[in-house]
């Protein structure tokens, strides 16, 4: 045993017993942390719960920063945002080997789709619909985090997001609970692995709890007010299921919860977090979300600080507001021991499960970075996946795949820049060497392609807004010439050309935090270069970005083909040419409904029928529920996405059309690909539960299976259907299922699918 790690054991379990730490079984956890905390004074315990700002640490320097000096004295639990060895194992030092009780820092960080190596944005991810995919893109951001001397992670996000507007769809699985529910879990076991305590795994933190992905407007921050029947039913699934997966943090969300802050809402953070679903790890807030409760309305600081611990609330980030107010307020009988107690408590287990009292640097070997972070083979995989991402929304006349040989024109302001490649919330990602499309055409299409490139425009026409879409480094670099003079020189260099690829839609920072557009189309400045490259007659490819689900109905007339690639991450451009070239084949479906235009919004596929329902493949009828001027139907709907072969579905068949009580219905479908070539499929279940004691959506996804066929090649996909499948929450939030008349729906994507109906009684 190390030095330091002798010092630590002894202080920590004064007594002559040498237990080895690092073989205590979790039993010998509470012992170990009531001895500890018998140590601890008020101010120590309440400095657990801190989660302070790190500010600028530089490296050989830590010890001269305000936070060294709160670390000394114990003001501290963890720090965030900081990243490398070297720096980490500084830190970590100075409360281990300079602090009272030599209680180690819990280090966190957004890793949130990747590390260094990056990986398509989580809405990207979800679009793979392949849950070992999303697991292992977690795993080896845990192992490259962990490399990097991080122990924490502020990921999975969950919120379903039905409203584009909300710029943090991009950072989140989509707008269905079911599958939602599913990535939650692949995320969680991906980051924690099978034991926290392995120094290549690290604790995950789901978040951001409850319902930030429905603010009104789609206005970040903003106010969400909701039935209880409809939280239970359509959005809390995905944070139940990660707790079911055994995540050792929960994120509180920002937003007003029906009437109280979700940072104040004992409701939430106590009796459903806690109670209801049994979660024994800790509660952090997000950033200053104890302080903006009083932007809120509810009280002074002190008042938002006293209403948060007795909410459950464990970890102050930030807002330094435990640290600083919650003492006085013990003294004015505003808090309990009890509560402080509890919260410290909840910190010091998280600390115990991930080893770091028995080795405070578990996460920082030196020897690691080199060797485990963007290494081959994780970006290998990286780009893999991304391809995987990638949702093929139009392919008339098969212009896709390219044709290696010949000349391509490639064009438009997304088309040579690195920095926006990984998207959103990529905070270790190293831009410089993220891949763009021109530089992975060029490595992909082969010595007899031809590559031409042209600008053809700027992101928007409006310099102020191109601004605050290329924040935190992902620059535009603005082309400041007429627009007139950018859109001729990309002409002319498509007139030579066979096809035009033209990178386009959003930057990376039109979507993300507070990043809500009420516009969600493509810039007009863009539109604009996709007309004048149309008008050349050449085939227009368009190469889509996007963090959230975009009106794109003019383009889905105009233009023959269009890929939406997301943001694919590091390897972005390897893996968008791999795709553009045939070399892999496209098999993403979306995860959220995209919208004809922005009015439509909401629009979700498991709506209520309501009362006047508009009837199948009708447009306007006077006194049902639709529109004047745009039908009801989305552009494209959720479980959409083509390939680059065909499949051809055979009959629905169920083994048995009258259930009773626990029996099995096995609905199974024999699919084929009657293309040319390899592709994968997500064959996708639904059901509707026709007459409930409540009204049900018309259609709720209940399974799927991704599959993978040659060309010509069959296979019978089944689904096992018990009642756990039709179970919800009832009126009075009772889960359970309902004996009557179903519907089961079973196709490639949410409206194309053949429908039979079974009765089922208790
Ligand atoms: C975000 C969180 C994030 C936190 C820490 C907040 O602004 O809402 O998702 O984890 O910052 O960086």
Redesign the pocket.
Known sequence: MKKIQRLLMATLLFSGTSICAQQMPDAKMKPFIDKLMKQMTLQEKLGQLNLPGSGDIVTGQAGNTDIAAKIRSGKVGGL??IKGVEKIREVQRLAVEQSRLKIPLIFGM?VIHGYRTVFPIPLGLSATWDLKAIERSAQIAAQEASADGISWT?SP?VDIARDPRWGRMAEGAGEDAFLGGQVAKAMVQGYQGKSLKANNTIMSCV??FALYGAPDGGRDYNTTDMSRYRMYNEYFPPYKAAVDAGVGSV?AS?NDVDGIPATANKWLMTDVLRKQWGFGGFVVT??TGIPEMVEHGIGDTATANVLALAAGIDMDMVGEGFVNTIAPSLKAGRVTVAQIDAACRRILEAKYKLGLFEDPYRYCDVSRPAKEIYTASNRKEARTIATQSFVLLKNEGNVLPLKRGGKIALVGPLADNRENMPGTWSVAADFSTAVSVLDGLKAVAGTATQIVYARGSNLDYDAKFEERAGMFGKDLRRDNRPTEQIIAEAVAAVKEADVVVAAVGESAEMSG?CSSLTNIEIPQAQKDLLKALKATGKPVVVLLFAGRSMAISEEAKEYPAILNVWFPGSEAGYAIADVLFGDANPSGKLSTTWPQNVGQVPLFYNYKNTGRPLPKGQWFQKFKTNYLDVTNEPQYPFGFGLSYTNFSYGPLNLNNTTLKGNQTLTASVAVTNTGNVTGQEVVQLYIRDLVGSTTRPVKELKGFEKIELKAGETKTVSFAITPELLKFYNYNLKYDWEPGDFEIMVGTNSQTVESKRVKWLK
């Open positions: 965030f945002n957004d502020f996000m978040k951001h994120m920002f997000d950033y935090e």
